[in-house]
């Protein structure tokens, strides 16, 4: 078992729509949660942090975390072609510091006209 | 702010050469960390660096290294290079070492092993 999973994708979405990421860890001590945005060709772009379980919106974005179910989603709301990437989940556990980060193999989003 | 600095862009090199790739972090950065990506994996840890000692280490074998130097500047080195060691490697800062920084990445170097 992966210690952080993601479906590969594509997820195909359209325009103005909801996109629904999901992950999840197999370390039940980990402490922080990170999505980041990977442009084709590009950097790992951070969007999303969160330490608690519950939700935290910035913007169009929405990060929720349930620790006890080890999982963690990223939500998109009117979804732009802009946001076609893949979305990386990045998991760091206990004794480890944020810059140790377990990363899932991405989610490839497209939003279509 | 400049950004995180990573040369060169692109690098080939044949089997059993040595490579050494540069990172600058952004201003007032103190810590770096290295990843490597591939399709097959994603990306990997490989080191972090602060104040310019060693904190953390992934699960790469020896060939692997790396320093940081007293302007937070790091470089890592892969020596004696395998077809498996192609990859992009990339570079990150935070301005501290701790659970909740937020790693901030550079374009990272492209490295291809022939």
């Known amino acids: 078992q992966k210690e952080v999973e993601q479906n590969s994708g594509p997820l195909s979405v359209p325009e103005g729509a909801i996109a629904s990421l999901n992950c999840t860890y197999s370390?039940?001590?980990?402490?922080?949660f990170f999505w980041y945005r990977q442009y084709s060709g590009k950097s790992p772009e951070l969007i999303m942090s969160?330490?608690?379980?519950g939700d935290k919106e910035d913007g169009r974005f929405t990060a929720q975390l349930n620790k006890a179910s080890q999982y963690v989603s990223l939500l998109i709301r009117d979804s732009q072609p802009s946001d076609s990437a893949t979305y990386l989940c990045?998991?760091?556990?206990?004794?480890?510091?944020?810059?140790?980060?377990?990363f899932g193999t991405g989610t490839r989003l497209q939003v279509t006209l | 702010k400049a950004g995180v600095t990573q040369t060169p862009r692109y690098l080939i090199k044949t089997r059993g050469q040595q490579v050494t790739l540069s990172c600058s972090p952004i201003?007032?950065?103190?810590?770096v960390s290295w990843y490597q990506q591939t399709p097959g994996q994603g990306l990997q840890f490989l080191f972090e660096?602060?104040?310019?000692?060693?904190?953390n280490k992934g699960n790469f074998p020896g060939r692997f290294s790396g320093r940081q130097f007293s302007n937070s500047r790091s470089e890592m080195n892969v020596s004696t290079l395998e077809l498996g060691d192609s990859a992009l490697y990339l570079c990150?800062?935070?301005?501290?070492?701790?659970?909740?920084?937020?790693?901030?990445f550079g374009s990272g170097t492209q490295l291809s092993v022939l």
């Open positions: 990150a800062s935070s301005p501290r070492t701790g659970n909740n920084e937020k790693l901030f």
């Open positions: 370390d039940r001590g980990s402490q922080s």
């Open positions: 969160i330490y608690s379980n």
């Open positions: 990045a998991v760091n556990g206990p004794g480890g510091t944020a810059s140790k980060l377990t």
């Open positions: 201003s007032g950065h103190r810590s």
């Open positions: 660096y602060f104040s310019e000692t060693q904190r």
